[in-house]
């Protein structure tokens, strides 16, 4: 089974609705982002959050929120979807490897969101 | 703020060697890091580097770091055409939050 995964895959909404991507992950990591990927631009991040009751803003926020239900899940929501958030939107979870102090950052498959 | 920079497209013929390069503007960076995208997937570590180091080797993959010029270097031997996908250079300072450039996609021709 993936260690992080991802729902929806890819979702197609129409603007100013509300639409919430899901995030959970088995790896048991603190440390959980949504970055939002655009051709060209890489990965941009939305949202950070190091434990459950820590949650902070990344480069690109306005217009998104999150929730950490757990120290498993975190989820990010378009409380008004528009199209310029049209993107392929990753969950990823980092932790400190055994014997080394560097952050290995863990992937999920992503979401496409289409917003028309 | 931070800054990571890389070129983004790269041609090769399969069994040459590929040379990917990355910039990045944070002095304290700790850790510097190269992540492959495969179409439809999310992004999956190939290797890292200290920022104490100047070069590391992992079978076909060099990276050659150049810390005074901030100047970060994976080079694949023997390109293959399951090497073809994105590669992102990432840079941290550590404890602190990734910054990844906008990715290179390497096409290996045959």
């Known amino acids: 089974d993936a260690d992080v995964t991802q729902t929806p895959r890819n979702r197609i909404t129409k603007t100013g609705k509300r639409i919430m991507l899901e995030c959970s992950q088995t790896k048991g990591h603190d440390r959980m982002y949504w970055y939002r990927q655009d051709p060209g631009l890489g990965l941009r991040l939305i949202y950070y959050?190091?434990?459950?009751?820590?949650?902070n803003k990344g480069e690109i926020s306005d217009g998104y929120s999150v929730s950490r239900q757990a120290q498993a899940k975190f989820s990010l929501s378009l409380e008004s979807a528009i199209p310029n958030q049209t993107a392929l939107y990753f969950c990823a979870t980092s932790g400190t490897l055994r014997g080394d102090s560097y952050n290995e950052q863990f992937f999920g498959p992503g979401t496409r969101l289409t917003v028309l | 703020g931070e800054d990571v920079e890389q070129s983004l497209f790269l041609s090769v013929r399969e069994g040459d060697s590929s040379v990917i390069n990355c910039t990045y503007t944070d002095s304290s960076s700790t850790y510097l890091y190269w992540y492959k995208q495969e179409p439809g997937a999310g992004l999956q570590l190939l290797t890292y580097i200290f920022s104490n180091m100047d070069m590391k080797q992992d079978q076909r993959l060099t990276v050659l770091l150049n810390k005074k010029d901030k100047h970060l270097s994976l080079r694949i031997a023997d390109t293959q055409t399951g090497d073809s996908a994105i590669y992102f250079c990432a840079e941290q300072n550590y404890g602190q939050n990734f910054v990844f450039g906008p990715g290179t996609r390497l096409s290996v021709l045959p």
């Open positions: 959050s190091f434990d459950v009751k820590d949650i």
